[in-house]
C-alpha cells in the first residue's frame, strides 16, 4: 500500500495549530490543514507492511492497540496517494459511520499502533482521514443516500452520542424506521455538549445530523425518556429500543468543605459554556464563568484538559490542574514496548495554551485535595492539598495512591472543576426499563453482546462499557445494531468491521 518507498522518501507532516495566544481568543478549531497534494504525500508514506497494527484494535496489557473499528488504513492511505478520493471515501465509510467526528476527536490510537512508527515517525492517519471526509463532502459523495426498501420494523434509540447515532445509522441502513430521542434541546449527547468547539465544531455534527434526516432517521429533542416519556409507552410503540445514554454519573470528591459556593462538575462547566456559546455566544451568561477567576482543576486526563483550555478563554487569572498519578515518562519505557498504547507524558492543547500564558505547566502530578477552604458566607477561597504516593495494599496486592504524611499545602482558588471521571449510567433510564445494572453500574449484558435482561431492550456505548472514547461508542453501536438486526429479521448483513 502507498508509494513502496514513500516513508524513506518523506517526513511526516501534519496540519499545523494557530498559535496559542491567538487561538484563545475564541472558540473555534483551531488547525491549518494541508492542501491536497501535500496529503497525498502522506498517504504515500504507508509502507506495506505484512501486519497492518493500525487496525488491529487489539488489546495488550489492558490498552487498546489499533482502531477498534478496524478500519481499512492502508487501503485509503494508498487510494489517496493514488488520488482516488472518492474510492478513500467508500472504503473509510466502510468501517466507520463518522470520520468527521474521529478525525477530530479520536487520540489516533491506529497511529500509536503503526509499524512505521516503531523506528521513525508513524503515518499520518487522522489527517488523511480529515482530509477524505472533508474532500467528500466538498464533492458531494457524503450526501443522503436513503434505504430504497424499508422493514417496517421500529427502533426507537435512546440518546444521541455517538454510540446511538451508530446504532441508528447502521439500522437506517438496512431499511428499519429509527427514531432517536435526546433530552437535551440538541442532537449529539457527548459530542454536543461534553466536547468543546475548540475540539469539534458543533455545525460539523449538525451536517451530519441534516444527511441522517434526510435518509430517513428521525431524531426527538428535548424529551427524557423515564420522565418525560414513559418507558412502557416506547416498548409498546417499538419492536426495539436501544438504551445509549452514556456513563454521565460524575465521580465526587469528597472532602471536607465540599459544600463550598464555587465548586461544579467539569462536565456541567463544559456544557453549560457550549450551550451558552451556541444559544448566544455567551451574552446570556448562562454558564459558569471562570473570569477573573482562579481555577483549580481536580483531574488530569482529556476533560481537565478541556477545563484548562475553556477557563483560559474566558479570562481565568491562573489555572492550576491537579494530577493523583505520577508524571508519566517522555519517552516509551522499556516496559511499554511497541505496539502498546504509549504509556508518555503528552502535553495537550490545554496545557500549550497555559504554558504560553501562563508562563508554566498547570499540572501538579501526585497531588490531591484533602479539605476545601471557604469564608464565613460559603464562597471557596482554597484548597488545602496532599501529595500521595504509591503504596502496595498487602491484602490486595494492587498499588494505591496514598497521601504522604506532612506534605500538606494551601492552594488559593474560588472555582474548583472536578473532572475526576465517571461511575456509570444515571440510574433512572435503567430503572425505567427495569434492567439491570452491573457492579459498575453499566448496564449488564452477556459478554460480548448487547440484549439486556429484558425483552426488546439493548444497550450500548458508554452506558454498557463504561466511560471511553468516541471511536469505541461508534463500535458499539455497529455491534450492537448487528444484534438488534438479527433479532428482528433473524439473520443481519450488516457489518461490524
Known sequence: MGKPTGFMEYDREVSKAVEPKERIKNFDEFHIHLSKKKQEIQGSRCMACGVPFCQSGMTLMGMTSGCPLHNL??????????????????RLHKTNNF???????????????CTCGLHDDPVTVRDNEYGIIEYAYEKG????????????????????????????????RRGHLVTVYERDDRVGGLLMYGIPNMKLEKHIIDRKINVMTEEGINFVTGVNVGKDEKAAKLMKEYDA??????????RDINAPGRDAKGIYF??????????????SNLKDKKFVSAKGKKVVIIGGGDTGNDCVGTSIRHGAVSVTQLEMMPKAPDQRAANNPWPEWPKIC??????????????????????????????????????????????????????????????????????VLIAAGFLGTEKYVADA?????????????????????????????DMHRGQSLVVWAIREGREAAREVDESLMGYSYLSVQ
Open 141 to 172: 459523495y457524503a450526501k443522503a443516500n436513503p434505504p430504497k426498501v424499508r422493514t417496517g420494523k421500529k427502533v426507537a434509540v435512546i440518546g444521541s452520542g455517538p454510540a446511538g447515532l451508530a446504532v441508528a445509522d447502521q439500522l437506517n
Open 241 to 250: 429500543v436501544v438504551l445509549a445514554c452514556g456513563a454521565k454519573n460524575p
Open 73 to 90: 488504513v492502508p487501503e485509503w492511505n494508498d487510494l489517496i496517494y493514488m488520488g482516488t478520493w472518492e474510492q478513500a471515501y467508500e
Open 346 to 415: 503528552k502535553t495537550d492543547y490545554g496545557q500549550e495554551e497555559a504554558i504560553a500564558v501562563f508562563g508554566h505547566d498547570p499540572r501538579i502530578y501526585q497531588t490531591t485535595v484533602k479539605e476545601f477552604l471557604k469564608d464565613k458566607n460559603g464562597n471557596l477561597t482554597g484548597l488545602i492539598t496532599v501529595k500521595l504516593e504509591a503504596k502496595k495494599d498487602e491484602k490486595t496486592g494492587r498499588m494505591n495512591m496514598v497521601p504522604v504524611e506532612g506534605s500538606e499545602q494551601k492552594l488559593d482558588a474560588d472555582l
Open 99 to 113: 470520520p468527521e467526528f474521529t478525525s477530530r476527536v479520536c487520540p489516533a490510537l491506529c497511529e500509536a499502533a
Open 433 to 461: 426499563f427495569g434492567v439491570k445494572l452491573n457492579v459498575r453500574t453499566n448496564v449488564e449484558t452477556e459478554e460480548g453482546r448487547y440484549k439486556t435482561n429484558v425483552k426488546k431492550v439493548f444497550t450500548a456505548g
Open 266 to 279: 467539569a462536565v456541567d462547566f463544559l456544557s453549560q459554556t457550549t450551550k451558552s456559546l451556541l444559544d
